[in-house]
């Protein structure tokens, strides 16, 4: 079964404005991540946040993690039309000694931020 | 520029047919990925190589071959191409433990290939 679901699927905001998406997982985790792609373009890494941290900034984003409820949300405050694209989390799933790199990423949140 | 580079960028081909989309990689990274990306975005990994090594083969058809021919280059080969088979694929890398700036899994994406096999 897929382990990240995002919620909403597609969102549409006017710049400007705030954009929140969640992020739902299924097992134990080392590590979320947050990436970006834009249209017709691969991932581009965001954001990680460790298992055993709570909340994490890099510039106008902002991340939460609730181990407990396994989720996560990505925050994007006073968005620019630039910032449409497509939002994926991805989970890196505990293997123990194992590393693989294995990353379950979910099918991602539409963003549309309007001029 | 330094980069995960993938070609071709589109491949349209018939059903049947037998296709190869390169990837290669010069940030130095030990491992690399496939990933597969269908038309509703949902992205799944297929395969990782760890200096020439198979780490994940996920359950991927026969059809499908990776191969690395160095750390810096991963393939794929598809044999008997079906119309199931049409999606977005991309290889990514990552550095190893030891490899400096990323331990905790970041990974870094080629820009696709959409094959469309009709």
């Known amino acids: 079964s897929q382990q990240g679901e995002e919620d909403p699927q597609a969102l549409s905001i006017q710049e400007g404005e705030n954009a929140t998406m969640n992020c739902s997982y299924k097992t134990s985790i080392n590590n979320l991540q947050w990436y970006r792609q834009n249209s017709g373009r691969g991932l581009v890494h965001l954001i990680l946040i460790r298992s055993n941290e709570r909340e994490k900034h890099s510039g106008r984003l902002r991340v939460t993690l609730d181990t407990s409820k396994k989720s996560s949300s990505l925050l994007i405050t006073a968005s620019r039309a630039a910032d449409t694209a497509s939002y994926f989390c991805?989970?890196?799933?505990?293997?123990?000694?194992?590393?693989?790199?294995?990353?379950?990423f979910g099918q991602g949140t539409t963003l549309q931020v309007k001029p | 520029d330094t980069a995960v580079s993938q070609t071709p960028k589109y491949l349209v081909t018939q059903m049947g047919n037998d296709k190869s989309i390169k990837c290669e990689q010069n940030l130095g990274h030990d491992t690399m990925y496939w990933y597969k990306q269908d038309s509703k975005k949902f992205l799944k990994i297929m395969f990782s190589?760890?200096?020439?090594?198979l780490i994940i083969n996920e359950t991927v058809p026969n059809r499908f071959s990776p191969k690395s021919p160095d750390k810096a280059h991963l393939n794929l080969h598809i044999n008997s191409l079906e119309l199931g088979d049409s999606a977005v694929y991309f290889c990514a890398s990552r550095p190893s433990w030891g490899q400096g700036g990323n331990p905790y899994n970041e990974q870094f994406f080629g820009p696709g290939t959409r094959l469309t096999v009709l």
């Open positions: 991805a989970t890196d799933p505990f293997r123990g000694s194992s590393n693989t790199g294995k990353l379950i």
């Open positions: 190589y760890n200096n020439k090594e």
